[in-house]
């Protein structure tokens, strides 16, 4: 279902917690480049004080760790508590999804924020990233060129990517960034 679907609404049952088997298909979903929304059921049953909510999020965006980008609603499907904000936010979430960013407005957002933060030097060797536009597919994916693509490691294209959610809000979608020679 997961391979045939845009959005997955991962329900799982907020007494029990957010256990191996619900990463596991927090994982697989992630994988397959689909957008998510994590659904808390059972709210009603969580005994609550003031931190309650706000320690649940923190310890599941821990467990998603690192893609924390991810909403979470914590809803009671027996009582209808948040059921519309639920899907409210899973349409929300499609509509990140099938985003596409103008490459001219892409490449006046980021190139700067690359000149700010280039990527470390390897070897004595600068790479410069010169253009960055968006690829057609059907979920965010983006690819920047740089003179030398093969030394740009992993922290930094999460640092783009991070960048990237910073200012075009792709709130719940993976999104998957190549580096390409120019």
Known sequence: ???HCDVVLLV??????????????FWLAQRNNKGVVILANKWDLVEKDNKTTKEMEQYIKKQCEP?????????????KQRIFKAIETAVKVYENRSKKVKTSQLNDVMLPIIQATPPPA???????IKFCTQLPTPYPSFAFFANL????????????????RENFDFNGVPITVYLRKK
Do not use: C, H, W
């Open 1 to 3: 279902a997961i391979e």
């Open 12 to 25: 799982f049952d907020a007494t029990r917690g957010f256990d191996g088997q619900v990463q596991n298909i």
């Open 67 to 79: 893609f924390v980008d991810v909403p979470i609603v914590f809803m009671s499907a027996l009582s």
């Open 122 to 128: 390897v070897k004595g060797k600068y790479v410069k």
């Open 149 to 164: 693509p093969q030394y740009v490691k992993e922290p930094y294209k999460r640092f783009l990517e991070n960048k990237l």
